[in-house]
């Protein structure tokens, strides 16, 4: 694209090797940057490097923090038996919009798969089966996602779990609220009527 | 969103201010920055400020550049005697990506829209006149959007360049390449209908 110049089609890049941006959107966000001003172009790049300088893992749960242990780790006011245990820490963003989960969370940093390489020692599995056995954990839920590998996952998991003598839960699966009954898949509308509740 | 560390709602908030990209999009890019190497975010921080920096308008077409006269500019290959007028620098790329267009361009940086409050003397039109008055121009070609705004600036400026003694021409309107009838509105099928050709 020799009609652009060269660090407007570099930032265009950098814009497009971002997920689910394409290189259509990638220019529209390039060309909206050079309409900032000098001020919100650098505090735009300044809060890049910030984030990526101070955010780090949580050393209880493992989900992203800018101090040692995270906000939700650190209140005590929160449920002590209960672990949420997830694939990743937008997913711990995704409970905690629903005000109604008390208890912790556990973030393993990916899921089991063999085929891309990725076994248990890569997760943060040794660090939630310490916790574990540590604090008075009673229940721990499998909040991975309803794939291939989050199934495998949450079953490797509660296998090494339950001789702990944990409750190991699953969440539940059954048609989304708002979803249309004619565009659910077999298996869904199969697990639905099969985990059907009395009213 | 207390659930989520300062850098990072700051981070995800500076994604969210971008045009089309709403909170859950930010959240999802955000997220994605703190899995890129140290160099990577640095390198996309130093994108954004060096864009910012270094581009800005062609001093003949008003387009971007990060010199003072354009690729396009100061290619003497292209036709002198053509001018194509355009809204943005997008419009620009938009041009170029036919690979048809080989006459020069002119950059308005926006529409003549009072209701914005904008008129004519703050967009790039007194550069226009001074290129037609000077250079060997024979046509001005209008290609501004096909809006309100759009069409109230091609008639403005026609009006200010015919007595120059340049054709002034307007894009064509007729239904897109590609698109469907049944979806294309009354206005443009009847200048598609009124604008038929002989084949």
């Known amino acids: 694209m020799s009609y652009n110049a060269l660090p407007l089609t570099k930032l265009i890049e950098q814009f497009a090797s971002l997920p689910g941006i394409g290189m259509k959107t990638a220019g529209r966000l390039a060309y909206y940057v050079l309409t ?8 735009f790049a300044h809060c890049i490097t910030d984030a990526h300088q101070k ?3 949580c050393s209880v749960c493992q989900s992203f923090t800018d ?3 995270c906000n939700i780790c650190s209140d005590t006011s929160r449920d002590k038996s209960t672990i949420c245990v997830v694939e990743s820490p937008r997913d711990v963003a995704a409970f905690e919009r629903t005000r109604e989960y008390k208890g ?3 973030v393993l940093h990916g899921l089991i798969s063999p085929m891309d390489g990725i076994g248990p020692e890569q997760l943060f599995v040794k660090e939630l089966l310490l916790r574990v056995s ?8 499998m909040s991975t996602n ?5 199934e495998a996952t949450a079953i490797y998991l509660s296998k090494l779990l339950k001789p702990m003598g944990v409750k190991v839960s699953r969440l539940a699966y059954g048609i989304p609220v708002g979803g249309d009954l004619e565009f659910a898949d077999e298996i869904t509308l199969f697990k639905a009527l099969e985990n059907r509740n009395e009213i």
């Open 36 to 43: 900032l001003t000098k001020e919100q172009a650098e505090e």
């Open 55 to 57: 955010i780090k893992n």
């Open 67 to 69: 101090s040692d242990v």
């Open 104 to 106: 912790f969370y556990h």
């Open 134 to 141: 540590n604090d008075d954990v009673k229940e721990v839920i």
């Open 146 to 150: 309803p794939t291939v590998e989050g």
